[in-house]
């Protein structure tokens, strides 16, 4: 782990303003001072190293989710960073220790949860939207979700663990397996991600995306990259699969006209994953399904086994870390990063929470 991360800044807190970014409504991020909160019993503080920024990030920040999130919100759920306090009870972690967090809290009450699928809980707190997320230097939370990192794991790459979780929680719902052919519509972070894990179980991939440094990428990771405006992806899918279709289907790009083409491509009785989150109801070709017995699958979050596989194939260098990461921004940058992305110039951008003070 990084000694310079861990060593001076520890006992700086009484001699420097800690910050925090904020969301503030009408399209803003703004970095400001944030007060610690000393961690109660059961609960642990992180000196936050990286966040992630996400799509449900950036969903916010464009006020698609001013009815859930209240400004002004620190928000961030993508992180890594190091134990720098521990309240009473807490003997499964130390100061020091690197860590992540599995931004999940349910009720423990509802249906959900007495069937055993706590991380779709009916009442969950999706730590970092629906309560204060990791967009400040230091993070107080319950110590039951937090993961402990490899010591060897950079930090940087630790902070992939959360989206990598996604992926592999998606490409489990599909029961995919190796030898079998998937499909993923949309080559965002999640899209190359899911590609990465469903490679790593001994698949073919074809990843369809329109953007052409997207599709380099995908290629350049041993999937086969398809721009689905300029090739006929349908033809490229049974050329590939002996006019069968592919096994799974995941559709990641959340557009209209993705999710009614997504049961065109899948074999008979094979399985169709919705991963990108729709809004509003679309369309779906609902004789496909009933033509060739489709299962449609829907995939949300993770569960614990979800992070632990990721932190695995992170560590073991099965994910291409260091090129998903376009850019690490500084804590003040955060509002820049967020126009990046929404202007689609980047993968995976990260904030450097500490910055300059490191």
């Known amino acids: 782990m990084e000694a310079s991360f861990i060593g001076a800044l520890h006992d700086l807190e009484e001699e420097m303003a800690l910050r925090a970014a904020r969301y503030t409504g009408s399209g803003r991020m703004e970095v400001g001072t944030a007060e610690p909160r000393t961690p109660a019993d059961d609960e642990v503080t992180i000196r936050v190293a990286y966040n992630g920024i996400c799509g449900t990030d950036l969903h916010i920040v464009q006020g698609h989710m001013d009815a859930r999130v209240d400004a002004p919100a620190v928000i961030g759920h993508e992180m890594s960073g190091v134990i720098d306090a521990i309240g009473g009870g807490v003997d499964s972690l130390t100061v020091g220790q690197p860590v992540t967090v599995m931004p999940l809290r349910w009720c423990g009450e509802c249906a959900s949860c007495a069937a055993g699928h706590t991380h779709i809980c009916q009442r969950l707190d999706f730590v970092g939207i629906d309560s204060p997320g990791a967009l400040q230097e230091l993070w107080t939370v319950p110590a039951s979700i937090v993961v402990p990192l490899p010591e060897g794991l950079p930090l940087q790459h630790a902070a992939l663990v959360e989206p990598l979780a996604v992926a592999v929680h998606d490409v489990r719902r599909s029961r995919l397996t190796a030898g079998e052919t998937a499909v993923v519509i949309g080559g965002g972070p999640i899209g190359q991600l899911i590609a990465v894990v469903a490679r790593a179980a001994g698949a073919t991939v074809i990843v369809a995306e329109p953007d052409a440094e997207r ?144």
């Open 215 to 358: 599709r380099a990428f995908a290629a350049a990771q041993g999937s086969i990259a398809v721009d689905p405006i300029s090739e006929d992806l349908a033809a490229i899918v049974e050329e590939r699969t002996g006019g069968a279709g592919a096994d799974v289907v995941f559709e990641v790009a959340g557009t209209k006209g993705t999710a009614l083409d997504a049961t065109r491509h899948a074999r008979t009785r094979g399985r169709v994953v919705f991963v990108a989150i729709h809004p509003e109801p679309v369309p779906v070709d609902l004789h496909r399904i009933f033509w060739r017995e489709l299962e449609v699958l829907g995939a949300r979050v993770y569960e614990r086994e979800d992070f632990e596989r990721a932190i695995v194939l992170l560590d073991q260098g099965a994910v291409p870390a260091a090129a998903l990461i376009s850019r690490v921004v500084q804590l003040d940058d955060t509002m820049a990063a967020f126009d990046a992305l929404l202007s689609a110039a980047a993968m995976k951008i990260l904030v450097d929470v500490q910055g300059a003070d490191r």
